[in-house]
């Protein structure tokens, strides 16, 4: 089966410009969540939807920010303008509602984005 | 204080020693709990479960203790390939939802 996909792996850009990050969670997944990894804060949990609905956002560092789930396929997590304080790894990952509380949730490969 | 806690370590052993990591979590709301590795510049992955009753998997066992609010993780037999981070999860509610990460603990197995 396939896993969690995001795209792209690795992102350049420069400070102001517009990142898109894109995630594919796993086909039956209601849960999608996106995750910022740093060195110094370790990873921090920003947005999580359910069955296409945000849930909390309470993680979302501010209005730069913005996430989307537009079908149960596809998500994007939108940073405009963006900031050399964004450089981090981003990890989408997804999870299936289950009668056992403790369903795993499984992560994509990241896409490790620095803004000069 | 953090919500969970770990020693970031690392932690050097040579291949064939016991190891144990700890952590703590301040949220005795949290009713899920993991452990999951992480390996230099890769993804997060699912080592296992933790069950109140304490659960072995191979060489891995994991214990919680929700009086004293902390997990433990035990690898015997440690394996090079052992040599990764872990990572300690709870969750912040009573679902599995939001999870909260531990910054992890390395380890380094030797020959």
């Known amino acids: 089966d396939a896993g969690v996909i995001q795209s792209p792996r690795h992102e350049v850009t420069e400070m102001g410009q517009e990142v898109t990050l894109r995630c594919k969670p796993i086909?039956?997944?209601?849960?999608l969540f996106w995750y910022r990894q740093t060195m110094m804060r370790g990873l921090e949990l920003l947005i999580y939807f359910n069955n296409n609905v945000p849930i909390d956002d309470s993680g979302m560092p501010e209005d730069r920010f913005s996430a989307k789930m537009p079908n149960a396929s596809f998500s994007t997590l939108k940073i405009q303008p963006s900031e050399p304080r964004d450089s981090a790894v981003y990890f989408c990952a997804s999870g299936e509602t289950d009668q056992y509380s403790n369903q795993p949730q499984h992560f994509g490969d990241g896409t490790r984005l620095s803004i000069l | 204080r953090k919500e969970v806690e770990q020693d970031p370590g690392p932690f050097n052993v040579p291949e064939g020693a016991t190891v144990a990591f700890n952590c703590t979590y301040s949220n005795s709301a949290s009713q899920s709990f993991f452990w999951y590795r992480q390996d230099c510049r890769k993804e997060p992955k699912l080592l296992m479960s933790v069950y109140s009753s304490g659960n072995e998997d191979g060489r891995f066992t994991a214990q919680l203790n929700r009086a004293s609010q902390y997990i433990s993780l035990l690898i015997r037999d440690s394996k090079l390939s052992d040599s990764a981070t872990y990572l300690c999860v709870v969750s912040r509610n009573t679902g599995f939802q939001k999870l909260v990460f531990g910054t992890g603990t390395r380890l380094l197995v030797s020959p």
């Open positions: 086909s039956g997944h209601d849960y």
